[in-house]
């Protein structure tokens, strides 16, 4: 649609000021509009008037990736969090073609550097993410602004903010490449268009050199950005420091990890100049770096009103388990919430109804309005802690050997599973996360429900065995392992009634402030273990999540109490309770990467629940769905592909490819 000004809607975000009166009738949460400049002839047009140089302004931002929308996120369905029904779902989406090993240098999938993407019927190639694009417009941007002589209208207050948020972008479209494609090239500037073509040609330069000149472009924009939003009404989701300063701590917590400093991989990896891309030799300093990079950011954060989320004001009377559930699931849900960091409004989740079924009371069932597509695995429910917070493996006081066995739920589980209900061991004595991020056959799945009344309000039954609400059945949407992703359905979207659902959509949270308290714990225990700086850290995300701290839990639950005395095991705690905090949000995939344990992680099996079953007996039986394979170096990174390694003769492929 067009405004009357002839603004281009490319997505719905923010609203920005000078847009807001003419763009009544958007819904009150889109707080800016992404806008691109449609009408503009020349550059120099671009950046008469500061109207104009607005547009350009929001063109930049346009760019950002739709992380909250698992078809343009290649993190959310790449890696082992969600499967997707083997006889219908996979042929179209391309990140979970890349979870089933079919990526390729020929025609890649999540093709970024391409700027375009296959899927659907017949591999389609639709227009994606550009990238590249995205630089160029940002380098456009930054050497006009940096022109006084253009904008004469634009104070010089805002003309510098302006100027950092464009280099923060400029920073991000970078580090979004670093992270999938290891070294690239690094566009400073732009090359004319009338140069003689050979001049565009552009050699990717090595890690260290991409870091470094990522970090100080985020250096750069922090000096000129404001320190928080201050028309909340209009500007939610534009950059400020605590944005900066918490992707420079993710940059460098990656560049200090494994997989970018000193990886062996990698040690022949040169470009065709035989200059080589990697640093062979491991450098603790990065580690370091990392660490106080993750704390500014944790400091300017809490200086500026971020917080872990907590439920409060309950008008409802719920019970403690509901509300420690809360605290887990409006950590991401809640609209702009105490947690997020930054919020990026280029996309609210659209994907409730590929996460959740049909359920009992009423609730539509109409399985094309509540698919529940989207299925965790096995393997990651039973990552999830025990009730007493330490890995069912490890935990000495409870049996999970036997975790298909059946079980009858009864009342002192009534607010975790339906009392009465039989369903497997599995489900029994976990932690609060797991009933906060799983629905399952028999689970509870608590929802705002205005027409409900007492403690109960909105509590609602999965039913999920062949040909019940929420099992299979269906022609094309069911769950193929027989859980589904709770975590990021709002608790205040509408279920109730024969109506299709309605949503309460909420801005991805692409960075929430218990992200960068692991990001610190992380980066802390490898420089100084013995501080006891990192138990604290991850004790704060523990205590949210309704836990004992790690030293409690493990000296009293755990068949290796000691565990977090030694750096390797504490390593080994932090990274699971990272992957446990931030499931389901696409960080799993890039965390396992850097790591360097995607080998150990994405070569199990996926299993599930035989969801074809009518009962107890035949519903309860793992069974086998599919052999991951992730090939090491290779599957560390993206191929470019053939057609811009053929047409480019300074670039090289990455390895393996």
């Known amino acids: 649609m067009k405004t009357s000004i002839n603004y281009k809607v490319v997505n719905r975000g923010l609203l920005f000021a000078a847009i807001f009166a003419l763009t009544t009738t958007l819904n009150s949460c889109r707080k800016y509009l992404d806008v691109v400049p449609d009408n503009i002839s020349t550059i120099d047009n671009a950046f008469k008037l500061r109207v104009e140089a607005e547009k350009f302004l929001f063109t930049c931002y346009s760019y950002l990736p739709k992380n909250g929308d698992g078809w343009y996120n290649a993190g959310m369905a790449s890696a082992d969090e969600i499967w997707l029904p083997q006889d219908d779902q996979t042929h179209w ?3 979970f073609r890349i979870a089933q090993g079919q990526q390729n240098v020929a025609d890649p999938y999540f093709n970024e550097w391409a700027g375009w993407r296959k899927g659907g019927t ?4 639709y227009d994606h993410q550009k990238i590249w694009n995205a630089i160029r417009n940002c380098n456009i941007f930054l050497e006009n602004m940096a022109d006084m002589t253009k904008v004469p209208d634009i104070n010089p207050a805002e003309r510098s903010r302006w100027i950092g948020e464009v280099l923060f972008l400029k920073a991000y479209y970078h580090y979004y490449m670093l992270r999938m494609y ?32 990522i970090t100080s472009w985020l250096d750069s924009s922090i000096k000129l950005l404001p320190e928080r939003i201050q028309n909340e009404n209009t500007e939610l989701g534009r950059v400020t420091q605590p944005i900066a300063l918490a992707v420079k701590a993710k940059l460098l917590v990656m560049a200090a990890s494994p997989l970018f400093n000193g990886n062996p991989d990698f040690v022949n990896f040169k470009d065709k100049d035989g200059i080589a891309l990697f640093n062979p030799t491991v450098d603790p300093d990065k580690w370091a770096d990392a660490r106080d990079a993750a704390k500014a950011a ?10 872990l989320y907590y439920y409060k004001n309950d008008i409802y009377n719920l019970n403690t388990a509901t509300k420690t559930q809360l605290n887990i699931r409006n950590a991401v849900t809640e609209r702009w919430g105490s947690e997020t960091v930054w919020g990026n409004s280029q996309m609210y989740f659209p994907n409730e109804a590929l996460c959740m079924p049909p359920m009992t009371r009423g609730s539509n069932t109409n399985r094309f309005q509540l698919q529940g597509v989207w299925a965790p695995p096995i393997k990651i429910a039973k990552m999830f802690y025990s009730s007493n917070g330490v890995p069912i493996e490890e935990d000495k006081t409870f049996n999970f050997t036997n975790y298909d066995q059946l079980r009858t739920a009864t009342a002192a589980e009534k607010y975790y599973i339906e009392p009465g209900f039989v369903t ?23 929802m705002k429900d205005g027409n409900a009344t007492g403690s109960d309000n909105g509590t609602y039954y999965v ?10 059945g269906h022609f094309t949407n069911w769950s193929e392992t027989g859980y589904f992703v709770k975590k990021l359905v709002s608790w205040q979207s509408t279920t109730a009634g024969t109506a299709a659902p309605v949503w309460r959509s909420y801005p991805w949270p692409e960075v929430r402030l218990a992200d960068l308290y692991l990001l610190y714990a992380e980066a802390e225990n490898e420089v ?9 850290y991850v004790d704060k995300i523990r205590e ?28 080994s705690i932090i990274h699971r309770e990272r992957t446990l905090e931030l499931m389901f949000e696409g960080q799993r995939f890039w965390d396992l990467r850097r790591w360097k344990e995607a080998p150990d992680e994405l070569n199990k099996d996926i299993t599930g629940w035989s969801v074809q079953g009518k009962t107890d007996a035949t519903y309860y039986k793992e069974k086998f769905i599919f052999s991951q394979r992730f090939v090491a170096p290779r599957d560390y990174f993206w191929p470019i592909g053939n057609y811009d390694t053929r047409r480019n003769p300074l670039l090289v492929e990455n390895p393996g490819w």
């Open 122 to 125: 017949g591999n389609t190639r």
């Open 424 to 446: 497997a061991r599995l489900n029994f004595d976990r932690e609060p996360r797991f009933y906060a991020n799983l629905g399952f056959d028999g689970g509870i799945w608590y």
């Open 298 to 307: 944790i400091d300017a954060a809490e200086a500026n009103g971020f917080a």
């Open 528 to 536: 100084n273990p013995a501080s006891g700086i990192a138990i604290q």
């Open 463 to 472: 039913k999920a065995k062949n040909v019940e609400s929420a099992g299979f």
């Open 182 to 213: 290891g070294p690239i090239p690094l566009i400073t500037k732009n090359v004319p268009v009338e140069a003689d073509p050979a001049s565009s040609y552009v050699k990717r330069a090595p890690v260290d050199e991409c870091v470094s000149t």
């Open 93 to 95: 989406h391309a990140a």
């Open 544 to 571: 949210r999540a309704g836990l004992k701290g790690v030293v409690e839990s493990w000296t009293n639950y755990s068949s290796n109490p000691s565990k977090y005395s030694s750096q390797a095991g504490l390593r």
